[in-house]
């Protein structure tokens, strides 16, 4: 094959690092990928060298999938205007999502990415209810916008963040594992309703207060508190309480929708049908790597939004091309019965975990829905301390193993998998088996503290630590870590 490559590897990084701001998150920064194509479940670097993808969601249906390269493509030489001209594409986007939705989610808006559709939820929310006030998930991110920043904790309480507005709520993430209530300390009891009654609280604090209640704002599952499974009853009774205290309900479904979860289109469904959010944002896996996302909502906000007069106008939302894509990954996502893979792969892929749960003390707890699935690792089972710096390890040497995976939850101690839905059986049994070995090479000898004024210090700089005898490459993450530690 042709070189896919403008320039060697070391220019690129140099441009990079000259040209692009350095806040901008770069994966194996002591080591980056340069990845230059990509097919199905697999990303090739400048070399051949083959990455099983097992972290990118966006890439829904397969990175590349002829089909929805093909709407993009055939769309491209046709036409790409804004949608202030009737199109056909767009309102055929619109039909495929309001039919995927349960009543009455039906209108919708099309944007171009999930902070986006974030943001204009927000408007939606403050249009009907003529309130403020938003509660959110501790450890929730919703997006890169300063609205989004503003309710999301993981970045408001994270390094240049600067704290909870005052308008912003925050209730604890229902972790029954290692949030606020754990599913050891209250034993067969509702701890969907028990994280609830946290919602319930704060509505009530809110009003003694003289604020009001705009909205609520979660992610189904949630991604970045951890690879989080919502205990059944939590939406049911939060949705309950916020819409008596004034508010309503938005599902963010920006990382878990369009059947990642495989029984059901949307995550939100899992509790149950008569769960159902008044604002649902969709996005990443929509356009399978395009920028399209979209906010479904009922006829009656969407007219509250209306009725304040301002036109809405958004220059690349709902396009023929990003709709094409769009329209393209739903009829893939059907003719491949594609949440049906994801259920037996996912399925597979969560007993092989839960096997190697057996064998591995490092793995204190695994769970999961489809294709999305969290492994925790702890040092100790019973205290349950985050193996955050393990779990960075792991990383870095799967990727050495041609395997790419990659962290969430406060402590990021907890590995997530969440593959292009077309990972399969062979894929998860090829994870689970170097994953088998990768653990035992760290249980054999952990990745050591390393005393911030040591000599040790000097690898670390340079980007390694020494590991069983061998030189393990790290990246400023685990640098990060380890030196706080
Ligand atoms: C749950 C969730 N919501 C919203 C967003 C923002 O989406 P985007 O990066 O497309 O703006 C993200 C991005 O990671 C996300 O994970």
């Known amino acids: 094959m042709d070189s896919l490559e403008q320039m060697p590897k070391g ?11 350095e806040s901008c998150k770069l994966f194996y920064r002591a080591d980056p990928l340069k990845i230059v ?13 083959r990455y099983l993808d097992c972290i990118n969601n966006v890439a829904h249906v397969g990175h590349c999938h002829p089909d929805v390269v093909k709407a993009g493509s055939d769309q491209l030489a046709l036409l790409n205007t804004n949608n202030r001209f009737l199109h056909d594409n767009l309102v055929v986007c619109a039909k495929k999502l309001s039919g995927l939705m349960p009543e009455p989610l039906s209108v919708c808006f099309l944007v171009n990415s999930g902070s986006e559709a974030n943001d204009l939820a927000m408007r939606l929310a403050r249009a009907h209810t003529k309130n403020h006030d938003v509660i959110t998930l501790d450890h929730a991110y919703h997006g890169h916008l300063t609205t989004l920043i503003d309710i999301s904790p993981y970045k408001f309480n994270h390094p240049g963040g600067s704290g909870k507005p005052e308008w912003v709520h925050v209730a604890p993430c229902p972790d029954v594992y290692r949030g606020k209530f754990r599913d050891v300390d209250y034993p067969n009891q509702d701890l969907g309703k028990k994280y609830a009654d946290e919602v319930k609280n ?27 499974i919502t205990p059944p009853n939590y939406f049911r009774n939060v949705y309950k309480y916020v819409r008596e205290a004034g508010g309503v309900c938005i599902a963010d479904e920006v990382q878990v929708g369009f059947g990642r979860v495989g029984k059901a289109w949307w995550a939100f469904q899992l509790q149950g049908d008569d769960v159902i959010p008044d604002i649902v944002t969709v996005g990443k896996p929509m356009g399978n790597g395009y920028p399209v996302a ?26 023929p091309v990003s709709c094409a894509i769009a329209n393209a990954v739903i009829d ?3 003719k491949e019965k594609l949440r049906d893979h994801a259920t037996r792969v996912g399925n597979h892929l969560l007993n092989l975990a839960r096997q190697l749960a057996t064998k591995h003390i490092l793995i204190g707890d695994v769970r999961g829905v489809g294709l999305f699935v969290g492994i925790e690792l702890v040092k100790d089972r019973e205290s349950r301390t985050p193996a955050t710096a393990e779990a960075q390890h792991i990383i870095t040497r799967m ?10 939850g406060p402590d990021r ?17 090829h994870v689970i088996k170097i994953l088998d070995e990768v653990l035992t090479e760290v249980e054999d000898e952990p990745p050591r503290k390393i005393n911030t004024n040591s000599p040790e210090r000097r690898k670390l700089e340079d980007g390694y630590m020494s590991c069983n005898e061998k030189k393990i490459r790290i990246d400023d993450q685990q640098k990060e870590i380890i030196s706080k530690s």
């Open 202 to 228: 704060i509505c009530k604090k809110a009003r003694e207060d003289g604020r009001s209640i705009c909205a609520f704002i979660a992610e189904s599952l949630q991604s970045c508190g951890g690879q989080i």
């Open 413 to 429: 101690n907890v590995l997530k998998l969440k593959p292009p839905m077309v990972f399969t059986h062979e894929d998860a049994e």
């Open 332 to 334: 893939v996502l059907e």
């Open 11 to 21: 220019d690129t990084m140099r441009l990079r690092k000259r040209h692009i701001g």
């Open 37 to 49: 194509r990509a097919e199905g479940q697999y990303m090739f670097d400048e070399k051949n060298n």
């Open 294 to 319: 979209a906010v479904i909502t009922t006829p009656e906000i969407a007219r509250s939004f209306r009725n304040t007069g301002m036109e809405y106008f958004n220059t690349y939302g709902g396009n």
């Open 399 to 408: 990727k050495e193993e041609f395997i790419l995976i990659s962290s969430d």
